[in-house]
Nanobody, 113 residues
Framework: QVQLVESGGGLVQTGGSLRLSCAAS????????MAWYRQAPGKQRELVAT???????TYGDSMKGRFTISRDYAKNTVYLQMSSLKPEDAAVYYC???????WGQGTQVTVSS
């Protein structure tokens, strides 16, 4: 069974930085596209960033220039580096595949204002 475990969430003040990690039980090379999603209370789930096995990346408009997705195949881990955090970034962040076949339990990110 494929397992994805997110970590690194926490409380950070506006303008701060945070790095999220997603550890996979299997090789992330087996998935063409890995992604980070987020969902805030009262809002629909949105796609934050994606990365392909070839290293190509995409970002949501509000994340461009602030977030960076990367992966380490040797560690079977996908990362999301977040900088210049804003209150609107507060949400539960999930890593998973695109299409959304597998995903983890999520990690909470809280941004104080």
């Amino acid at each position: 069974q494929v397992q994805l475990v997110e970590s690194g969430g926490g409380l950070v003040q506006t303008g701060g930085s945070l790095r999220l990690s997603c550890a996979a039980s299997g090789s992330i090379f087996n998935f063409n596209v890995m992604a980070w999603y987020r969902q805030a209370p009262g809002k629909q789930r949105e796609l934050v960033a994606t990365i392909t096995t070839g290293g190509a990346t995409t970002y949501g408009d509000s994340m461009k220039g602030r977030f960076t997705i990367s992966r380490d195949y040797a560690k079977n881990t996908v990362y999301l580096q977040m900088s210049s955090l804003k209150p609107e970034d507060a949400a539960v962040y999930y890593c998973g595949t695109l299409p959304r076949r597998y995903w983890g339990q999520g990690t909470q990110v809280t941004v104080s204002s």
